[in-house]
C-alpha cells in the first residue's frame, strides 16, 4: 500500500526527509523548516506571492472545482440553490451549514429584520462624505463606525455575540447601501418595510418615492435575490482572507467586515462588474470589439469580467447570469451592451490567447448588465456585490474564530534588502542614489 507522504532529499546534505500528506492533499508548510544545513539554520521556507497555492484554512463553507466549473455552498449545488432557495435562506444555510425547517427559517427571517434599522447617527456620519463619495467607500468607512456603536461585538468568543453580530450586519448592509445610494441622488432616506422580504425592502429603501408602500416588481425582485444568493460566499477569495486575517487579531467583526468591503472594492475584485460596463460603454459597439480585442492580446488592457485564479473553465454562477438577464429585460427592456458582451464572449472562447491561458468570464461579466439594466447607477454594483457576501464573510470569520489551528495571521517574508550599514553625519553623505523602486521627488 503507498505511504501517504512524500520524500524529499536536501542535495546540499544528502538527508532525506518524509513529511505526511494530509487530507485534501496538503503538506504542512512547517515540515520545510526541518530541511537544515546545521542545526543553527533556519530551515526552509516555501514562497508563495498571493498564496497561488497555499491554503490558509480547512473550511466546510464552499467547495469550488475551477476546472469542472463546480461551486456548491455547504455541499449544496449553486444551480440548484439559484433556481429553487432565496438569499435568506441561502444566507442561513451558509452561516449554520444546513437548510432551515420552517421554524427556523421563519425565526431567521425575524431574527434579520429585527436590526434592519440603523442608529440615527449613522445619517448625520454618512452626510459627512462628499456629494459625489462612491458608495463603496461610504459603506467601508461606515461599516467601521458601526463598531462604535456595538462594543460587545468585542466578544468575539461568545457565540451568542457572534450570533448577534451577523444578524446585525447581514441586516443592516442593504440599509446602508441604500442610504448612500439615496444622499448620492439628494433623496429623502426611505426606512425598512419589513413587510417586504429581505431583497424587496432593498429595493423600497432604494426607490420608494411619494407612493405610501413600496411595491417590487416580482421579476426584479427575483432576479436580484437570484444574484444574492450566486454573490453570497466564494471560499478564500481576497475579501474572505482580509476578513480572516484582520478577524484573527480578534478584532471585532465590523472592523473585518469594513476591512473585507475595501478588499472588494478593488477592480480586480468586486469592483470589476462597474469596470465591466465602464468597458462596455467605452467599446461602444459591436463593430469596436476586435479593436478592444487587439489591445487586450496586446498586453495593453485586461478584458475585465474575464478570467479568475480557480475558475479554468466557465464560472458557473455567470452562466445563471446571463439567463437571468434575459428575464429582467423582459421587465426593463433589453440593455444594448449585452450585445457587445456576447460578441466579446464569443470571440474570446474562439481565440487562442484567451483559450490556452484559460479566461472565461466569471461572475462579474454579466452582472453589471442586469444591475444597469434595473436603474442602479455603475458605482453602486460593487455595493450590491457586498450586501450578500455578508453572510460568507461572516460565516467565515466565525469559522476562523472556532478552528483551534488559527492564530494571528503573519505571513514571513524573503528579505532582499540592503545588508547592514552604519548612519553618517548628513555633512558628509553623497547625494543618495536613486533605486528603481524609490519615489524621487524629481517625479
Ligand atoms: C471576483 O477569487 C474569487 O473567488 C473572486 C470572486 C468572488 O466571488 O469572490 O470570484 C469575484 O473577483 C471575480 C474576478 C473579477 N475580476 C475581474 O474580472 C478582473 C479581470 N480579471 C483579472 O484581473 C484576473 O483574471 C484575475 C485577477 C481575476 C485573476 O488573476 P490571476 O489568477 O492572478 O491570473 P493572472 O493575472 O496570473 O493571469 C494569468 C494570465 C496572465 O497572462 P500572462 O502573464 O500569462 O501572459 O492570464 C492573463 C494575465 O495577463 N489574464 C488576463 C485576464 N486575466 C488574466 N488577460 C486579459 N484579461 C483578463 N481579464
Known amino acids: 500500500m503507498p505511504k501517504n507522504s512524500i520524500t524529499v532529499i536536501d542535495n546540499r546534505t544528502g538527508k532525506q526527509y518524509e513529511f505526511p500528506i494530509e487530507e485534501g492533499g496538503v503538506v504542512r508548510a512547517t515540515h520545510f523548516r526541518e530541511i537544515k544545513t546545521d542545526p543553527g539554520d533556519f530551515g526552509l521556507m516555501t514562497y508563495d506571492p498571493a498564496f497561488t497555492n497555499t491554503a490558509s484554512c480547512r473550511s466546510k463553507i464552499t467547495f469550488i472545482d475551477g476546472d469542472q466549473g463546480i461551486l456548491r455552498y455547504r455541499g449544496y449545488p449553486i444551480e440548484e440553490l439559484a433556481e429553487k432557495s432565496n438569499y435568506l435562506e441561502t444566507a442561513y444555510l451558509i452561516v449554520k451549514g444546513e437548510l432551515p425547517d420552517v421554524k427556523h427559517y421563519e425565526a431567521w427571517e425575524r431574527n434579520i429584520k429585527t436590526h434592519t434599522m440603523v442608529h440615527e447617527n449613522i445619517k448625520k456620519f454618512?452626510?459627512?462624505?462628499?456629494?459625489?463619495?462612491?458608495?463603496?467607500?461610504?459603506l467601508c468607512g461606515t461599516i467601521g463606525a458601526l463598531s462604535t456603536f456595538y462594543p460587545d461585538a468585542k466578544n468575539i468568543f461568545d457565540l451568542e455575540s457572534r450570533r448577534l453580530q451577523t444578524r446585525r450586519l447581514i441586516g443592516k448592509l442593504p440599509t446602508l447601501a441604500a442610504a448612500a445610494y439615496r444622499l448620492s441622488r439628494g433623496l429623502p432616506y426611505v426606512y425598512p418595510d419589513n413587510d417586504l422580504s429581505f431583497t424587496g425592502n432593498f429595493l423600497s429603501m432604494l426607490f420608494k418615492m411619494t407612493e405610501l408602500k413600496y411595491k417590487p416588481d416580482p421579476v426584479l425582485e427575483r432576479a436580484l435575490d437570484v444574484l444574492f444568493i450566486l454573490h453570497a460566499d466564494h471560499e478564500q477569495n481576497c475579501s474572505t482572507n482580509a476578513m480572516r486575517s484582520v478577524g484573527s487579531s480578534q478584532v471585532d467583526p465590523y472592523s473585518a467586515t469594513a476591512a473585507a468591503i475595501a478588499a472588494l472594492y478593488g477592480p480586480l475584485h468586486g469592483g470589476a462588474n462597474e469596470q465591466v460596463i465602464r468597458m462596455l460603454m467605452e467599446i461602444g459597439s459591436v463593430k469596436n470589439?476586435?479593436?478592444?480585442?487587439?489591445?487586450?492580446?496586446?498586453?495593453?488592457?485586461?478584458?475585465?469580467?474575464?478570467?479568475?485564479?480557480?475558475?479554468?473553465?466557465?464560472?458557473?454562477?455567470?452562466?445563471?447570469?446571463?439567463?437571468?438577464?434575459?428575464?429582467?429585460?423582459?421587465?426593463t427592456g433589453?440593455?444594448?451592451?449585452?450585445?457587445?458582451?456576447?460578441?466579446?464572449?464569443?470571440?474570446?472562447?474562439?481565440?487562442?490567447?484567451?483559450?490556452s491561458r484559460k479566461l472565461y468570464p466569471n461572475v462579474d461579466f454579466y452582472s453589471g448588465i442586469i444591475y444597469q439594466a434595473m436603474g442602479f447607477p455603475m458605482t453602486m454594483f460593487p455595493v450590491l456585490f457586498a450586501i450578500p457576501r455578508t453572510s460568507g464573510w461572516m460565516a467565515q470569520w466565525a469559522e476562523m474564530v472556532r478552528d483551534p489551528e488559527q492564530k494571528i495571521a503573519r505571513p514571513r517574508q524573503v528579505y532582499i534588502g540592503e545588508k547592514l550599514r552604519h548612519y553618517t553625519p548628513i555633512e558628509t553623505r553623497p547625494e543618495p542614489k536613486m533605486r528603481e523602486d524609490a519615489v524621487s521627488d524629481s517625479i
Not at 454618512?126 to 461610504?138: C, I, K
Open 126 to 138: 454618512m452626510e459627512g462624505f462628499r456629494y459625489d463619495a462612491h458608495p463603496m467607500g461610504m
Open 289 to 331: 470589439v476586435p479593436e478592444m480585442i487587439k489591445k487586450v492580446k496586446s498586453g495593453e488592457r485586461l478584458l475585465m469580467g474575464f478570467g479568475h485564479r480557480v475558475y479554468k473553465n466557465y464560472d458557473p454562477r455567470a452562466k445563471i447570469v446571463k439567463r437571468t438577464a434575459y428575464e429582467v429585460f423582459e421587465v
Open 334 to 355: 433589453k440593455n444594448p451592451l449585452i450585445d457587445i458582451a456576447l460578441e466579446l464572449e464569443r470571440i474570446a472562447l474562439e481565440d487562442d490567447y484567451f483559450v
